[in-house]
């Protein structure tokens, strides 16, 4: 395992992921109705409803299988595919969450005299998807050409492509064909 194959962008998408994956179970919304003397608190990953909340875990578990997967394979195949996925799902996952945010929700309440108030944490939370989402697209964006590992991977296929071909057989040592027709 090598933690030193984490590129920026994964770096950025992971410190996203984290902090999401934490605010997730934070208060974002705080609804306070005339009825009521003490507000009613709803946490992220109640208050954005089930899809919202599935993108947002979804780009979580990406980013981690990511990060995982670059830090312990040498081959870039895995890596690359959960990388499209990290980007991808970060960013639906951002504009569930802004969607969320600016129609907010009334969470099971009549709307009818409820007020509901984002608390600071939602945007705190707003702002770590967009930095996954950043660190997810610039994960796509970086080719690691100038890397250790790339230039041993580029000199190991450059060595077996160098060895010599199997030797040819002489026209005498070959078999001849029992169809062929003699001239």
């Not at 994964?10 to 605010?23: M, Q, S, Y």
């Not at 990406?62 to 990290?86: E, K, M, Q, S």
């Not at 007020?115 to 996954?132: G, M, T």
């Amino acid at each position: 395992m090598k933690l030193s194959r984490l590129r920026a962008g994964e770096r950025l998408a992971l410190a996203g992921a984290v902090a999401l994956a934490v605010l997730l179970f934070a208060d974002w919304f705080f609804l306070s109705t005339p009825d009521a003397r003490l507000g009613a608190h709803e946490t992220g990953i109640r208050g954005l409803g089930w899809f919202a909340a599935f993108l947002c875990i979804a780009a979580i578990l990406a980013t981690f299988a990511h990060a995982f997967t670059t830090v312990t394979h040498d081959a870039p195949a895995w890596p690359i595919v959960l990388g499209v996925f990290t980007a991808v799902l970060s960013v639906l996952a951002l504009v569930a969450i802004i969607v969320r945010l600016i129609f907010q929700p009334t969470l099971g309440v009549d709307a009818g005299g409820a007020d509901v108030d984002l608390e600071p944490v939602a945007y705190l939370a707003l702002l770590a998807s967009l930095v996954q989402a950043a660190g997810g697209l610039r994960i796509m964006g970086d080719e690691r050409t100038d890397a250790p590992e790339s230039h041993a991977q580029t000199e190991d296929v450059l060595r077996n492509a160098m060895r010599k071909p199997p030797p040819r057989e002489s026209a005498a040592a070959r078999p001849s064909r029992p169809d062929a027709l003699a001239d």
